[in-house]
């Protein structure tokens, strides 16, 4: 008797759960709705059932965005600032010494400013985060979606553009024709100018007398009178003559331009008259 109940027993026992098993098949197959692929905004439970996981607050990401942004700025800045002194002390210093263009010197610039991003890069998230900026407090399945990853992107790009502009302030302390002065002072060193200037107001009244002696060129009555009108003078009268010299080959010419303000038919300020004669000099040497 005892053996024939434990029979019964286990027989009975095994039709349980051979229900209970087919019972949570059918409730599977009825409530899944898992698929083959994977798409980035679901995520599927072990058990198979996919889970959309809560779309961000707007100030989830404004924190985000904000959070992407500040630390760029830093960069920004920072990229801007050691690209311009660097650029402007190289174009400065071995501009001068080798002759290297000042677009070389740029480039060269920015080649200590990419040295300096991974310098001081560590220093500035370090200064960034002790600023207590919010925190988006995204869940894991939150951080992988594509709106997310877009709002970062955008505040670093806000934050790099507004940090490169800020940057640009550098230029009110750099002097840009400082390169070009010293690298025409040492040409000047190597090889004496083969033209004189002279810039006076004293030789007619109301206006300003320009004499240039040097060699003979192409294209050189054309060079002074553009710069003239660049800066705002009208010619007056222009005597060119032709001096006598032994050596035929290289003739030797005087350029008179007696000129007046453009308007006021009035001399140039006699503050100015240094700065024309440079800028002619400048126009004639080339």
Known sequence: MIYKFRMIAKGLFKRYCHNIHNSTRQLSSRGTTATTRNPPTHFIRPSGYVVHPKMPSPHQLRAQFIKSAVPMVGFGFMDQTIMLQAGNAIDCTLGVTLGISTLTAAALGQIVSNMGSIIFGDGVERAASAMGLPSPYFTLEQSKLPIVRKTQMSGSLVG??????????????????????????????????????????????????????????????????????????????????????????????EDVFVVQYAGTNSEVEEDKLSDLAQEILKAVTV
């Open 160 to 253: 790099v553009l507004v940090g490169c502009t800020l940057g640009l302030v550098n230029l009110f302390f750099i002097d840009p024709n400082r390169s070009g002065e010293l690298k025409m002072q040492a040409t000047f060193v190597e090889q004496p100018p083969a033209y004189e200037v002279n810039v006076s107001n004293s030789e007619h009244s109301n206006t300003t007398t320009i004499t240039v002696k040097g060699a003979d060129k192409i294209g050189l009555l054309a060079s002074i009178s553009e710069v003239l009108s660049r800066q705002g003078y009208s010619i007056v009268e222009v005597v060119a003559k032709t001096l006598p010299r032994e050596d035929t080959h290289n003739a030797m010419i």
